[in-house]
């Protein structure tokens, strides 16, 4: 997982957002809304909002996750750093 955001509604959707790394061969990352109530994470509700392709053996980026205030989650991505 690389972030986490809460939806401002969240008490009464219970929505949140988790931005990760997907699993298996094809190099990629989401950033998905899910529902979390009872503190389970109900990984049917899956929502995939952004998929983004990725190359995992390139050097590490820095990126970020976050809510505006009318649900609109929000992933920004920084600048990739280069080798000495």
Known sequence: MLGLAVDPDYEENNWIY?????????SKQHV???TLKDKELDLASEKVLLEIPTDRHCLPQRWG???RPRRQPVHHRGRQYEPF
Not at 18 to 26: I, K, Q, R
């Open 18 to 26: 988790l931005f990760y790394s997907v699993a298996g061969e094809e």
């Open 32 to 34: 998905s809304r899910f």
């Open 65 to 67: 996750i976050g809510v």
